[in-house]
């Protein structure tokens, strides 16, 4: 079986220009993560959704960030402008019926130039 | 607010030796979740722990749960290069997860 699809799987931009980030989850889950990992911060969940409903949205950074998951197979999340300082890998991840265990994607590393 | 701590930051060992890991919080643990992650990769999960005092073994990796479910320590014995990666704990809440900022382990050959 698929596990979480992200792509793209790297990205590199130019400061101000606007990233769109993808994500499949495994099928059958009903909840999706959007998570961001640096050295400084470690891994941040940025929002979460349960039956394509955004819940808790309290980690997106600033209104610069957006996400929405239209179905139940996908989702994305977009910045626009972007920022060097957005530069991170970003994971999304999947779970079943809001339980312990998260499937996690492979991640986008996106480097703002 | 950083609501899980773990330590050490950074471990280097050599191939065959023993360590410990640690995960700690002022606050209690309804259950608490151990990822490894490789490089390039996502986290992988490895266990959950639930009950105070428990103790669960994965091969060579053996996880405790504090009694008062405040902390929680992986132990690998006999570690190999395949282990090398970033260990993370996990608290759950609701569905949402909280994440330590983990343990970068290094096993040389």
Known sequence: DA???QSPRHEVTEMG????????????HDYLF???????????????FNNNV????SGMPEDRFSAKMPNASFSTLKIQP???RDSAVYFCASSAGGGNEQFFGPGTRLTVL | TQLLEQSPQFLSIQEGENLTVYCNSSSVFSSLQWYR???GEGPVLLVTVVTG?????LKRLTFQFGDARKDSSLHITAAQPGDTGLYLCA????GKSTFGDGTTLTVKP
């Open chain 1, 3 to 5: 596990g979480v699809i």
């Open chain 1, 17 to 28: 220009q606007e990233v769109t980030l993808r994500c499949k989850p495994i099928s059958g």
């Open chain 1, 34 to 48: 959007w998570y961001r990992q640096t050295m400084m911060r470690g891994l941040e969940l940025l929002i979460y």
């Open chain 1, 54 to 57: 955004p819940i808790d949205d």
């Open chain 1, 82 to 84: 972007s920022e060097p």
């Open chain 2, 37 to 39: 992650q490789e490089p």
């Open chain 2, 53 to 57: 005092g428990e103790v669960k073994k």
């Open chain 2, 91 to 94: 608290r759950s809440t609701a």
